[in-house]
């Protein structure tokens, strides 16, 4: 399948139309943003390696029977996946407390959380993706139904569940991660977009160091040896 159309452009992916209008082509740039877009880069060979650990991930969680998006990766920067209705909601999972929810709720930066914390942000970039609760979620339409949005936690569990052990005995700490949903064409709800270190923490067990965008976000440096450490440690290189 060939690109025919862009669709969109987002701040680290194009979205291409295909012949086929039930399946779409992501290209993953290599653009870096941070901080709802006021901080901005970009680092070489960065989109290859987030649609490779990316497209790695999927596979994982589609021979567990997790439903994504996902068909298959087409080359370097190239990711094949269905056609999805976007639901406008960053489901954020968190095992550790760090980043916003430290600096919002002030719980200590490391602190492993009693469980699994799964929360939900608009996703709307003009204002600056707000938390939302679920009634917020229904009043605002981004689901129709509360069987819905249970069922969005429920599947953020289950990826957790698999995701949190499997790096684990790769050396690293999944800390917290942002997924997000669509309908595919017969109305079930699936994984899509993206599973890289540009939206989810990896710490390395033994340092405690970052191999993730928190190393833009700070100005850390070493993105892209930290990029590869994870995709080496997923192809157990
Ligand atoms: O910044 P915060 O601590 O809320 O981020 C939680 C997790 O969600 C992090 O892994 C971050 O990379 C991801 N995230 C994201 N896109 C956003 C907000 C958060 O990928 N817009």
Same mark, same amino acid.
């Given at each position: 399948?060939?690109?025919?159309?862009?669709?969109?452009?987002? $701040?680290?992916?194009? *979205?291409?139309?295909?012949?086929?209008?039930? #399946?779409?082509?992501? !290209? @993953?740039?290599?653009?870096?943003? +941070?901080?709802?877009?006021?901080?901005?880069?970009?680092?070489?060979?960065?989109?290859?390696?987030?649609?490779?650990?990316?497209?790695?991930?999927?596979?994982?969680?589609?021979?567990?029977?997790?439903?994504?998006?996902?068909?298959?990766?087409?080359?370097?920067?190239?990711?094949?996946?269905?056609?999805?209705?976007?639901?406008?909601?960053?489901?954020?999972?968190?095992?550790?407390?760090?980043?916003?929810?430290? $600096?919002?709720?002030? *719980?200590?930066?490391?602190?492993?959380?009693? #469980?699994?914390?799964? !929360? @939900?942000?608009?996703?709307?970039? +003009?204002?600056?993706?707000?938390?939302?609760?679920?009634?917020?979620?229904?009043?605002?339409?981004?689901?129709?139904?509360?069987?819905?949005?249970?069922?969005?936690?429920?599947?953020?569990?289950?990826?957790?569940?698999?995701?949190?052990?499997?790096?684990?005995?790769?050396?690293?700490?999944?800390?917290?991660?942002?997924?997000?949903?669509?309908?595919?064409?017969?109305?079930?709800?699936?994984?899509?977009?993206?599973?890289?270190?540009?939206?989810?923490?990896?710490?390395?067990?033994?340092?405690?160091?970052?191999?993730?965008?928190?190393?833009?976000?700070?100005?850390?440096?070493?993105?892209?040896?930290?990029?590869?450490?994870?995709?080496?440690?997923?192809?157990?290189?």
């Amino acid at each position: 399948m060939t690109k025919t159309e862009l669709l969109y452009e987002g $701040k680290a992916k194009k *979205i291409w139309k295909t012949e086929d209008e039930d #399946f779409l082509i992501s !290209e @993953f740039k290599d653009d870096l943003t +941070a901080f709802n877009g006021e901080k901005k880069s970009s680092e070489d060979g960065k989109g290859a390696l987030n649609n490779q650990i990316s497209s790695a991930l999927f596979e994982l969680l589609n021979e567990k029977g997790i439903q994504t998006h996902f068909v298959k990766m087409l080359d370097d920067n190239n990711m094949l996946h269905k056609s999805c209705e976007v639901i406008k909601l960053e489901v954020i999972v968190r095992n550790i407390a760090t980043g916003s929810l430290s $600096k919002n709720l002030g *719980i200590e930066n490391g602190k492993v959380l009693p #469980f699994t914390l799964v !929360e @939900f942000d608009y996703k709307n970039d +003009a204002l600056g993706d707000p938390k939302l609760n679920d009634q917020h979620a229904l009043i605002l339409g981004l689901v129709k139904h509360q069987d819905e949005l249970d069922k969005i936690r429920r599947v953020a569990r289950e990826i957790n569940d698999i995701l949190k052990p499997y790096f684990f005995e790769k050396g690293l700490k999944l800390v917290d991660f942002k997924l997000e949903f669509g309908k595919d064409k017969n109305g079930n709800i699936i994984l899509i977009d993206e599973l890289s270190p540009d939206n989810c923490r990896f710490w390395d067990i033994e340092s405690g160091e970052s191999l993730d965008k928190d190393r833009f976000r700070q100005g850390k440096g070493g993105l892209k040896v930290a990029y590869t450490q994870v995709l080496n440690r997923i192809l157990n290189k």
